[in-house]
């Protein structure tokens, strides 16, 4: 009898310590436990799969990585039960950007058909703010990269398009005329007119493809080069991580042969690998900018092992002070003279004008049946031809 009676205190005990330890008010059982037993997933948030930014500005938005399996319904039914909108979708990645309501913080629940959440955030252009040297008027970096060699002995090229994903493209520019292409989109205002109010995409552009020869302005590297203008950063030069991943898919799907990524950040997402590798694994070839912090690595996108990195040097051959190190070639990128708004030109700096010059070069390339000859030294003609190009000191 004692017995029976000191098994029943101690069994109403262990009740009492469960549901004491329960969180009062919740609607499930602790994680992994059911009523039949210990094999359901839990519905509280993961830290695992919810990945926040510390070094960057968020948007305000998250980024949900579906698992590829997930049929339409079931996604509706995850962003309606979370309460949140949508923001845009990149259904070539199972991507859905969403904007939650106030005060959700990271609240998410997880089935088993959402693979990652991240944070969307803020990325902007690779270059100085002011230019430092706005009035500067010769192209010094087209000797430095060995251009009159190049153009001397290019024979017939095939056609090469270079998507500019940036803040757009002068469309209207005199010196950019029959160069860009009218299939580009605008993923900031939703819509095809790519156009550039800021600028930066507009210098991009006018690096690789302005005509030669044709009696105004400056001369374009690549006379084989079309531009696809992408839009994804704002008039203020900034945009988010989420509208550069849809724009390389984009690019990517419209036929592009060089993506050129004038834009990073120091924080990597996944949804920009997860566009990165898209672009390659459909051959095309990505370029981005090193990054002007002058730090010992890359920034983001240029530091994926499958993108090209480019960092800039002076006229004297030299890293420049700003550049950031580690890239897989060099070009110039301190008072780089070409096209700016309203039929303007300007001398600009900034690794953003770098990788051009390494588009342009590979649109050359990929033109002639050939490719770039990465090997972290200075890029000109005859080592992009022959190898063994000259190291960059202070690199």
Same mark, same amino acid.
């Given at each position: 009898?004692?017995? @029976?009676?000191?098994?029943?205190?101690?069994?109403?005990?262990?009740?009492?310590?469960?549901?004491?330890?329960? %969180?009062?008010?919740?609607? &499930?059982l602790p994680r992994g436990w059911t009523l039949e037993? !210990?094999?359901?997933? /839990?519905?509280?948030?993961?830290? *695992?799969?919810?990945?926040?930014?510390?070094?960057? &500005?968020? @948007?305000?938005?998250?980024?949900?990585?579906?698992?590829?399996?997930?049929? &339409?319904? &079931?996604?509706?039914?995850? =962003?309606?039960?979370?309460?949140?909108?949508?923001?845009?979708?990149?259904?070539?990645?199972?991507?859905?950007?969403?904007?939650?309501?106030?005060?959700?913080?990271?609240?998410?629940?997880?089935?088993?058909?959402?693979?990652? !959440?991240?944070?969307?955030?803020?990325?902007?252009?690779?270059?100085?703010?002011?230019?430092?040297?706005?009035?500067?008027?010769?192209?010094?970096?087209?000797?430095?990269?060995?251009?009159?060699?190049?153009?001397?002995?290019?024979?017939?090229? #095939?056609?090469? /398009?270079?998507?500019?994903i940036d803040t757009g493209v002068c469309m209207s520019?005199?010196?950019?005329?029959?160069?860009?292409?009218?299939?580009?989109?605008?993923? =900031?205002?939703?819509?095809?007119?790519?156009?550039?109010?800021?600028?930066?995409?507009?210098?991009?552009?006018?690096? !690789?493809?302005?005509?030669?020869?044709?009696?105004i302005g400056i001369a374009g590297f690549a006379p084989?080069?079309?531009?696809?203008? =992408? #839009?994804?950063?704002?008039?203020?030069?900034?945009?988010?991580?989420?509208?550069?991943?849809?724009? !390389?898919?984009?690019?990517?799907?419209?036929?592009?042969?060089?993506?050129?990524?004038?834009?990073?950040?120091?924080?990597?997402?996944?949804?920009?690998?997860?566009?990165?590798?898209?672009?390659?694994?459909?051959?095309? /070839?990505?370029?981005?900018?090193?990054?002007?912090?002058?730090?010992?690595?890359?920034?983001?996108?240029?530091?994926?092992?499958?993108?090209?990195?480019?960092?800039?040097?002076?006229?004297?051959?030299? #890293?420049?002070?700003?550049?950031?190190?580690?890239?897989?070639?060099?070009?110039?990128?301190?008072?780089?003279? *070409?096209?700016?708004?309203?039929?303007?030109?300007?001398?600009?700096?900034?690794?953003?004008?770098?990788? %051009?010059?390494?588009?342009?070069?590979?649109?050359?390339?990929?033109?002639?049946?050939?490719?770039?000859?990465?090997?972290?030294?200075?890029?000109?003609? /005859?080592?992009?031809?022959?190898?063994?190009?000259?190291?960059?000191?202070?690199?």
């Open positions: 009898m004692k017995s @029976t009676l000191r098994y029943t205190v101690l069994l109403l005990s262990l009740i009492v310590l469960l549901v004491s330890w329960y %969180p009062a008010g919740a609607s &499930e037993g !210990i094999h359901e997933e /839990t519905q509280q948030p993961d830290s *695992t799969r919810v990945m926040p930014v510390y070094l960057a &500005e968020p @948007t305000g938005n998250w980024v949900i990585h579906y698992d590829p399996d997930t049929p &339409e319904s &079931e996604k509706w039914e995850y =962003v309606n039960r979370i309460g949140a909108a949508i923001v845009e979708r990149i259904d070539e990645l199972e991507i859905w950007v969403v904007d939650p309501p106030d005060g959700f913080a990271m609240d998410f629940s997880f089935d088993s058909d959402v693979d990652l !959440i991240e944070q969307d955030f803020f990325v902007s252009v690779n270059f100085d703010i002011p230019p430092s040297d706005p009035d500067y008027d010769r192209q010094w970096a087209l000797p430095h990269i060995q251009a009159e060699t190049a153009w001397n002995e290019m024979d017939d090229l #095939r056609p090469v /398009t270079v998507a500019v520019h005199e010196d950019l005329g029959d160069r860009v292409l009218d299939n580009g989109y605008d993923f =900031v205002d939703d819509d095809d007119d790519p156009d550039d109010v800021f600028g930066h995409g507009c210098s991009v552009a006018g690096i !690789i493809a302005a005509n030669i020869d044709n009696g084989n080069a079309s531009i696809l203008p =992408v #839009r994804v950063l704002g008039p203020g030069g900034s945009g988010s991580m989420a509208d550069v991943a849809a724009g !390389i898919v984009y690019a990517a799907d419209e036929g592009a042969d060089i993506i050129n990524l004038s834009l990073g950040s120091m924080v990597g997402s996944q949804v920009t690998k997860d566009a990165v590798d898209y672009a390659v694994n459909s051959g095309v /070839t990505v370029i981005a900018s090193a990054g002007n912090s002058g730090g010992s690595a890359p920034g983001y996108p240029a530091r994926y092992e499958n993108v090209v990195a480019v960092g800039a040097v002076d006229p004297n051959g030299a #890293r420049s002070s700003f550049s950031n190190k580690g890239g897989d070639i060099w070009a110039p990128g301190r008072d780089v003279h *070409t096209t700016y708004l309203d039929n303007g030109y300007k001398a600009l700096n900034g690794t953003s004008f770098s990788a %051009p010059y390494v588009s342009a070069m590979a649109a050359v390339l990929e033109g002639m049946g050939s490719q770039l000859h990465l090997d972290g030294g200075d890029m000109t003609w /005859t080592c992009m031809k022959q190898g063994a190009c000259q190291a960059v000191p202070g690199s």
